[in-house]
């Protein structure tokens, strides 16, 4: 409801006014009424009516002195004027103090609606207005965090804001950042940040972040001065203040152990910390963002959970190295002699070569580890050893996944020594012997509660190396041929009529005769019953 106060010094008029009109229909209460300026004022100020419909002329203070007050001190108070007296030049006081009407005695209630319809629309409208404001002032407020973000990561690109709008908008966001002061950034890499994404659903995800920015601004916040943020997945960036005391570096690098030491503690991640030069603008943040983030990348060479400076950022001696034939011919011959101890000798070469020559760094790197998966893959063919293509597709892809370049050795490392180990079966016939015995195995023990890893036991490999064989030389797993083995049993249990199913289920290992069904059928196409039938 909108409030009104009626100020007329006519008694008779001020009670039809507030008797005679239905105020209600419009959405109005009428909340006050006075018979001179004065006397409105006090009640004005008192009820805070959203409209005052008030008389020109009036004893002691009239209608336009007190509408004048009123438009001072309450701008958006609706004033309409009522008068006997045709009156021009209090009409066009009216006009001035913006009034929104003005009409004339005796009041014509048709009229009188007209007018009020008029101010409570624009009452509506400005109500409308006003939450409007709020409401994005609110949502602008919630969105300040990041605004804030948004910002900070604009500072460390390439910034093209001018000088005046960039102070503006520090202004804005309530920033502490001068546009002439000492600076350094620090990139924060989460290692092994794909495995850890992979282990965290998207809501841990998103709370790991919140986690890492909170510990990380406390700390900064204690220690130095700054912001920090994430960049992008797996990265966080934090804008420091120096200042130009002696021990400020010191006091960087304890800051970021404490960073470091931090996250393992309390979120049990490993951390590698790039630290950028110093900088004397706000606007060269960029080029100490990249001094950052170059270091860290010195993680591929140097190693994780460290802390790397650009002192650490050696320059390449002796040109590019390059993988080159003499090396693939060497590695090709240890290959296919099977000779484990010179395949590790020569990655040792590789390796050692690839991390004192940094050129092409991370890139390089593993374009030679895809190139020696693939000379091992073309070696197994030449053998005659099929491969399996799920296993090579995810190998290549765990390449791009490996953080250092000890890592990706040791990757590759591990399946060149499998190759080799493939070769030496396939000559020596021992894959031929695992794979028969592991046949007759299953064939005699198919009723017990089998599981594969009893089964690798009994062969002496691991349970994944024997699963992987058996893949590679009959083109089935052992489950499936297990699978096998038990269905034709109970095909054979089924033709005596006398052997009820349950038993038949339990005789050929399976527990569930629900379950034995459903695997019977998915193999025979029909059900237990239905097979009896079929072959009596």
Same mark, same amino acid.
């Given at each position: 409801m909108y409030k009104l106060?009626? @100020?007329?010094?006519?008694? /008779? @008029?001020?009670?039809? *006014?507030?008797?005679?009109?239905?105020w209600a229909a419009y959405g109005i209460e009428v909340v006050g009424e006075a018979d001179d300026g004065d006397n409105g004022l006090d009640v004005v100020e008192r009820e805070m009516p959203d409209i005052v419909l008030t008389d020109v002329r009036m004893p002691a203070m009239d209608g336009i002195q007190m509408s004048n007050l009123l438009s001072e001190r309450f701008p958006h108070m609706k004033i309409v004027f009522i008068s006997g007296h045709d009156d021009a030049e209090y009409l066009k006081s009216a006009l001035r103090v913006k009034a929104v009407d003005y009409m004339f005695k005796p009041v014509n209630l048709a009229e009188l609606g007209h007018v009020i319809e008029k101010v409570v629309s624009q009452l509506d409208a400005e109500r409308e207005e006003r939450r409007l404001i709020s409401e994005m002032q609110y949502k602008l407020t919630q969105s300040m965090p990041l605004l804030r973000e948004k910002f900070l990561m604009g500072l460390i690109r390439e910034n093209l804001l001018s000088p005046a709008? +960039?102070?503006d908008r520090i202004e804005f966001l309530g920033l502490n950042l001068p546009m002439e002061g000492a600076y350094m950034v620090i990139a924060i890499r989460i290692d092994n940040a794909s495995e850890v994404a992979q282990t965290r659903s998207e809501r841990d995800q998103q709370l790991l972040a919140y986690s890492v920015v909170n510990i990380v601004q406390e700390l900064i916040d204690r220690e130095i001065g700054g912001y920090v943020f994430e960049h992008q997945l797996g990265e966080f960036v934090g804008i420091l203040? +120096? /200042?130009e005391e002696e021990d400020q570096e010191n006091q960087l690098f304890k800051l970021a152990e404490e960073v470091r030491d931090s996250l393992h503690r309390y979120l049990k991640i490993s951390v590698t910390i790039g630290v950028g030069e110093r900088t004397k603008l706000l606007s060269a943040l960029p080029n100490s963002y990249t001094q950052a983030r170059e270091a860290a990348d010195q993680r591929w060479f140097l190693g994780k959970n460290q802390i790397i400076s650009m002192d650490n950022l050696e320059h390449d001696e002796g040109g590019a190295y390059r993988y080159d034939p003499s090396q693939n011919e060497r590695m090709s011959?240890? *290959?296919?002699?099977?000779?484990?101890?010179? @395949?590790?000798e020569e990655l040792q070469a590789i390796y050692q070569a690839l991390l004192r020559n940094r050129t092409d760094g991370i890139a390089y790197g593993r374009n030679v580890s895809l190139q020696l998966i693939l000379l091992a893959n073309r070696i197994l063919l030449e053998v005659g050893i099929r491969n399996n293509e799920s296993r090579e597709t995810g190998l290549m892809s765990k390449v791009f996944e490996q953080e250092t370049l000890e890592e990706l050795r040791m990757l590759v490392a591990a399946y060149l020594n499998d190759v080799c180990h493939r070769i030496g079966e396939k000559r020596s016939g021992k894959a031929n012997n695992v794979i028969e015995r592991t046949r007759h195995l299953i064939e005699q023990r198919y009723a017990e509660n089998l599981q594969v890893g009893d089964l690798a036991g009994e062969v002496f490999l691991s349970t994944t190396y024997l699963c992987l064989l058996f893949k590679q030389e009959t083109g089935e797993t052992i489950n499936e041929y297990m699978t096998k083995v038990r269905i034709e049993k109970a095909k054979e249990m089924l033709k005596d009529p006398g052997t009820k199913f349950y038993e038949v289920c339990y005789a050929v290992g399976y527990s569930d005769p629900s379950y034995f069904s459903k695997i019977f059928k998915k193999y025979t196409g029909y059900t237990p019953s239905t097979f009896r039938e079929q072959v009596m």
């Amino acid at each position: 409801m909108y409030k009104l106060v009626i @100020v007329d010094d006519e008694p /008779t @008029v001020r009670y039809g *006014l507030c008797h005679y009109v239905d105020w209600a229909a419009y959405g109005i209460e009428v909340v006050g009424e006075a018979d001179d300026g004065d006397n409105g004022l006090d009640v004005v100020e008192r009820e805070m009516p959203d409209i005052v419909l008030t008389d020109v002329r009036m004893p002691a203070m009239d209608g336009i002195q007190m509408s004048n007050l009123l438009s001072e001190r309450f701008p958006h108070m609706k004033i309409v004027f009522i008068s006997g007296h045709d009156d021009a030049e209090y009409l066009k006081s009216a006009l001035r103090v913006k009034a929104v009407d003005y009409m004339f005695k005796p009041v014509n209630l048709a009229e009188l609606g007209h007018v009020i319809e008029k101010v409570v629309s624009q009452l509506d409208a400005e109500r409308e207005e006003r939450r409007l404001i709020s409401e994005m002032q609110y949502k602008l407020t919630q969105s300040m965090p990041l605004l804030r973000e948004k910002f900070l990561m604009g500072l460390i690109r390439e910034n093209l804001l001018s000088p005046a709008r +960039m102070q503006d908008r520090i202004e804005f966001l309530g920033l502490n950042l001068p546009m002439e002061g000492a600076y350094m950034v620090i990139a924060i890499r989460i290692d092994n940040a794909s495995e850890v994404a992979q282990t965290r659903s998207e809501r841990d995800q998103q709370l790991l972040a919140y986690s890492v920015v909170n510990i990380v601004q406390e700390l900064i916040d204690r220690e130095i001065g700054g912001y920090v943020f994430e960049h992008q997945l797996g990265e966080f960036v934090g804008i420091l203040r +120096m /200042t130009e005391e002696e021990d400020q570096e010191n006091q960087l690098f304890k800051l970021a152990e404490e960073v470091r030491d931090s996250l393992h503690r309390y979120l049990k991640i490993s951390v590698t910390i790039g630290v950028g030069e110093r900088t004397k603008l706000l606007s060269a943040l960029p080029n100490s963002y990249t001094q950052a983030r170059e270091a860290a990348d010195q993680r591929w060479f140097l190693g994780k959970n460290q802390i790397i400076s650009m002192d650490n950022l050696e320059h390449d001696e002796g040109g590019a190295y390059r993988y080159d034939p003499s090396q693939n011919e060497r590695m090709s011959s240890s *290959l296919k002699a099977a000779d484990t101890a010179k @395949v590790d000798e020569e990655l040792q070469a590789i390796y050692q070569a690839l991390l004192r020559n940094r050129t092409d760094g991370i890139a390089y790197g593993r374009n030679v580890s895809l190139q020696l998966i693939l000379l091992a893959n073309r070696i197994l063919l030449e053998v005659g050893i099929r491969n399996n293509e799920s296993r090579e597709t995810g190998l290549m892809s765990k390449v791009f996944e490996q953080e250092t370049l000890e890592e990706l050795r040791m990757l590759v490392a591990a399946y060149l020594n499998d190759v080799c180990h493939r070769i030496g079966e396939k000559r020596s016939g021992k894959a031929n012997n695992v794979i028969e015995r592991t046949r007759h195995l299953i064939e005699q023990r198919y009723a017990e509660n089998l599981q594969v890893g009893d089964l690798a036991g009994e062969v002496f490999l691991s349970t994944t190396y024997l699963c992987l064989l058996f893949k590679q030389e009959t083109g089935e797993t052992i489950n499936e041929y297990m699978t096998k083995v038990r269905i034709e049993k109970a095909k054979e249990m089924l033709k005596d009529p006398g052997t009820k199913f349950y038993e038949v289920c339990y005789a050929v290992g399976y527990s569930d005769p629900s379950y034995f069904s459903k695997i019977f059928k998915k193999y025979t196409g029909y059900t237990p019953s239905t097979f009896r039938e079929q072959v009596m």
